[in-house]
């Protein structure tokens, strides 16, 4: 594959207004998304007013970005990885390109793609990991 061909690409984030700048610069670039996997609700918040408004925010953010027919694909606890390599499995994408995911991503889903996987971290690893990297690093203020 060579560097001027797209690259087609799964998301693993939330669609939120720090994540969507990553969609649009990278259908700018000339790029396709293949999808978008996002947090499922919890098993007993399905059908909450919460879990509507996410939803709908979700659609109304990809409506206002490029290439916005892109589908969404809810993950969550407990973690069915054969379901979702199931589901990848035929997006034909080359990378995986994950921000803010908790868990480890076995082999046999990193496997589905070619290119690998890179995974975006928004602090300096291993001094700000955790679920709150940012607050850590307004209250230390490194140099």
């Excluded at 790029?31 to 879990?51: E, L, M, N, Q, Y």
């Excluded at 407990?78 to 995911?101: H, I, M, S, T």
């Amino acid at each position: 594959m060579s560097p001027d061909k797209p690259i087609s690409a799964v998301f693993i984030f939330e669609i939120t207004a720090n994540t969507r700048p990553i969609l649009t610069g990278w259908v700018e670039k000339g790029h396709r998304i293949a999808a978008i996997i996002v947090p499922a609700p919890r098993r007993r918040k399905r059908f909450s007013i919460g879990t509507w408004r996410r939803r709908l925010r979700r659609k109304l953010a990809l409506m206002s970005n490029p290439g916005s027919q892109v589908p969404l694909i809810e993950f969550g606890r407990p973690n069915d990885w054969e379901a979702l390599a199931r589901q990848v499995a035929g997006l034909g994408a080359d990378v995986l390109v994950c921000f803010g995911f908790s868990a480890l991503i076995p082999d046999k889903v990193l496997n589905l793609f070619p290119r690998g996987g890179l995974n975006l971290h928004p602090a300096l690893l291993p001094h700000y990991r955790g679920p709150h990297p940012i607050h850590r690093l307004v209250i230390d203020q490194p140099a």
